[in-house]
């Protein structure tokens, strides 16, 4: 008898020194309190939402630019939240006092941004 004839008539034995998981998974369940039904379709719609999220890929270059250059994220943030309120004019001369700026005067002046976009 051939390997897939054992498996389709049963009787493939498996030896107890196997690696397989000794769970015998068609035992029967058996719940003590069955009048109490568990809802856990929130607990499945946020692990959806999560998976969804981190395999975004807008959202993974958000995390990691985050994590590598946090002055530069945090100016890019700064700067999203000011565009609606500045002329182009004004905006490009922002944009372009922060390029010449060194990381010590650059991360004051983005602190002193953060603040006053509050």
Request: with cysteine; hydrophobic share 35%.
């Amino acid at each position: 008898m051939s390997f897939e004839e054992k498996i389709r008539c049963g009787v493939l034995e498996i030896s107890d020194n196997s690696k397989l998981s000794k769970i015998d998974h068609n035992l029967p369940i058996s719940i003590t309190n069955t009048s109490q039904v568990l809802d856990r379709s929130a607990e499945i719609k946020s692990l959806l939402g999560d998976v969804v999220k981190h395999s975004n890929q807008n959202y993974a270059a958000a995390v990691t630019k985050a994590k590598t250059d946090r002055l530069a994220w945090r100016k890019d943030k700064v700067l999203r939240a000011m565009r609606p309120r500045m002329s182009a004019d004004r905006y490009t001369d922002i944009c372009k006092a922060l390029a010449k700026l060194d990381g010590t005067d650059l991360n004051e002046a983005v602190t002193r941004l953060e603040t006053e976009c509050r």
